[in-house]
């Protein structure tokens, strides 16, 4: 399959360079593309712009999902209550080649493409667009898609929206550009390539965010829970890893996901993961699982060799699916604004949430009995869609909001639940809908 990266290798001398990348940038504009491209690529153009339309009309249906696990995760509840308001439909999501495992056994979606972005080192903004209006062309297109949907809120650095532009749908639905001022700068002039930009920058939870496009299509939503599609050998999977580190029947499980979404920002200490881990063994309230991606090794060997053979140490060893069966058989998860964190949310799991940098208004573990903790300083939250320009580094010499939440706060609030049972984080549990929590009073944003 075609990369939409490109090689990143140019010619010339850097005035020349210089000079031809903003030529290419200006051809590769989305208006630009809209006048040139659609007539030359028999695209739709305009389709019915502005106008009210009605969800079940469509037979063909694409879902642009080009983001990482959690967003993908929080796209659950959107996908079901997709299929159930147009039962008869084709339904197509698109999701990263690395996501593929965790959506392929979706019930409610006909069939799923990847397109893999991964070659190239930095390539030019306009190489993209021009790679992912050619791959749309010769994939997409002859599905003679209806509908395209963008579920993504925030700004698009995927080229989700030229795919579906090039793909040829008839009507192309998504967030417009103007819902932040960071989207406005580096999605500018996308919205002309959609036939319907719904501009709502209210403060709300992402999963909300997705199914208020159904409504924007007149469509109904009866549930908002998340869910996770695992096979049976998934579970056989997961049942080998507890015989193999032997679990005993009844024996409390705590999760410990210390990776941050590659980000410092959001991510708890990992000596705080060991001695959370410590103060757990040392009480005898259950075994340690550490769960985690590829790329994250290191972080789940230095966890294992602090706390010793009794933790089990899943880290790069483990499927997306194989992670979320493992995680549905534990009693609690700790971890911070990353995949891991909801995922457990959707299998039913309830959570510790760490927040540093991140909303957790808008990225809090969905639904209720979850607990968020974080220091709510006043720059809080850094990543805020307003802000993202200005935050290219923590303004202090250290992300004081996450690597300052407590040890002995944490240890607590896993006590709490261990001890209790799963009522006993309801009293001070986040809501993600409402965004409370002890440690964050304040609101989000």
């Known amino acids: 399959m075609e990369s939409l990266a490109g090689s990143g290798e140019e010619t010339g001398q850097p005035l020349g360079r210089s000079v031809a990348g903003w030529a290419l940038s200006a051809l590769a504009s989305p208006p630009v593309v809209r006048l040139m491209a659609g007539p030359a690529l028999w695209l739709p153009g305009r389709g019915p712009r502005g106008e009210r339309i009605d969800l079940t009309q469509f037979a063909r249906i694409i879902v642009l999902r080009l983001d990482e696990i959690g967003d993908v995760t929080m796209t659950s509840a959107f996908l079901r209550e997709l299929r159930r308001n147009v039962p008869g439909a084709r339904i ?3 999701v990263k080649p690395t996501l593929r495992n965790l959506v392929e056994r979706c019930p409610h979606v006909n069939e799923v493409l990847t397109v893999d972005e991964s070659a190239g080192a ?3 903004e306009w190489r993209r667009r021009g790679r992912a209006v050619r791959w749309a062309r010769a994939h997409l297109a002859p599905r003679r898609f209806d509908l395209a949907i963008l579920p993504r809120w925030d700004a698009d650095y995927h080229q989700a929206t030229f795919l579906a532009y090039a793909s040829g749908a008839r009507c192309r639905v998504g967030y417009s550009e103007a819902v932040t001022a960071h989207k406005r700068r580096v999605n500018r002039g996308y919205d002309t390539l959609l036939t319907h930009a719904l501009l709502d920058a209210t403060v709300k939870h992402e999963v909300e965010r997705t199914l208020d496009l159904i409504r924007f299509l007149d469509g109904t939503v009866e549930e908002d829970r998340l869910e996770l599609w695992l096979g049976p050998e998934d579970d056989a999977d997961a049942e080998a890893v507890f015989r193999d580190h032997p679990v005993g029947a009844g024996e409390p499980v705590v999760g410990l996901a210390p990776a941050g979404g590659n980000s410092p920002l959001k991510q708890w200490p990992t000596r705080h993961f060991v001695e959370l881990g410590r103060r757990i063994q040392r009480a005898g309230s259950g ?3 550490v769960v985690g991606g590829q790329g994250e090794e290191a972080l789940g060997t230095e966890i294992e060799r602090a706390l010793g053979p009794p933790a089990i140490n899943t880290i790069g060893k483990t499927t997306l699916r194989q992670m979320a069966a493992l ?13 891991p964190m909801h995922v457990a949310a959707a299998v039913g799991v309830p959570v510790v949430a760490l927040f540093g ?3 957790p208004h808008r990225f809090g573990p969905w639904g209720n009995g979850h607990r968020v903790l974080g220091r709510a300083l006043p720059c809080s939250p850094c990543f805020h869609p307003d802000h993202l320009d200005r935050c290219v580094r923590c303004i202090f010499d250290r992300p004081y909001c996450i690597q300052d939440i407590p040890v002995e706060e944490v240890h607590r609030a896993v006590e709490d639940r261990l001890q209790h049972g799963p009522n006993a ?3 001070v549990a986040q809501d993600a809908r409402a ?7 304040r609101a989000g944003f």
């Open 122 to 124: 930095n390539p030019p």
């Open 425 to 427: 984080l309801h009293a």
């Open 327 to 339: 995680l549905k058989r534990c009693h609690l998860i700790v971890g911070n604004d990353a995949g």
């Open 435 to 441: 965004g409370s929590s002890s440690s964050m009073d």
């Open 92 to 94: 197509t999501l698109m």
């Open 357 to 359: 940098s991140s909303c």
């Open 287 to 289: 075994r340690i699982l």
